[in-house]
């Protein structure tokens, strides 16, 4: 009886020794899939923001360009001008007459003080030339009246143009962070 209870007892031993290395395999094997899955799952972000960047950059070899822009304002300036004393019920007559006025008012250069039109459009003109394109959205938007009813196409692509680059800009920012963090 004794020497079935060892019998016994050796074999519940030697399975058991059996289920703890199949347990540490299991653990192991599991700690892998995890770091396998984690690295997957880093790559996945870095290859889906890389797509987003992509695809942004091919739009934005297809949307206008900010020199294309500051040609386009000076039509708009100079149609805006040609409005600027007509009221938005003015008839045919409030037109010709804006149109012969403009040409007899003198146009503004820099950063002018003023609320009038041709202090914004100088404004305008002025953030343009230096490059910022936000600044004249945001002063060419305070036009009112037929001006601004001219203008506004012009912002609506200003601001895409500006939404487009912002976005470029985040997602870049996204992706050094992403390769950043993967590095250390």
Do not use: C
Request: hydrophobic share 40%; no cysteine.
């Amino acid at each position: 009886m004794y020497e079935v209870k060892l019998l016994v007892e050796n074999e519940r031993a030697v399975r058991l020794d059996k289920l703890e290395n199949v347990s540490k395999r299991f653990k192991a094997l599991e700690n892998a899939a995890n770091t396998t899955a984690s690295a997957l799952d880093r790559s996945r972000r870095g290859h889906l923001s890389y797509v987003n960047l992509t695809y942004l950059q091919d739009t934005a070899n297809n949307r206008i360009k900010e020199r294309d822009l500051a040609e386009r304002f000076e039509i708009v300036a100079k149609e805006a001008r040609r409005v600027a004393l007509v009221p938005l019920d003015g008839g045919f007559g409030a037109h010709i007459l804006s149109f012969f006025l403009s040409t007899l008012m003198f146009k503004k250069h820099g950063l002018v003080e003023g609320d009038d039109l041709e202090s914004v459009l100088s404004r305008t003109g002025h953030y343009l030339k230096t490059g910022d394109l936000d600044t004249a959205v945001r002063e060419l938007n305070q036009l009112q009246g037929w001006p601004k009813v001219l203008a506004f196409d012009w912002l609506e692509a200003a601001r895409r143009h500006l939404e487009s680059k912002q976005a470029m800009e985040v997602l870049e920012t996204e992706i050094i962070l992403n390769s950043l963090v993967e590095a250390s």
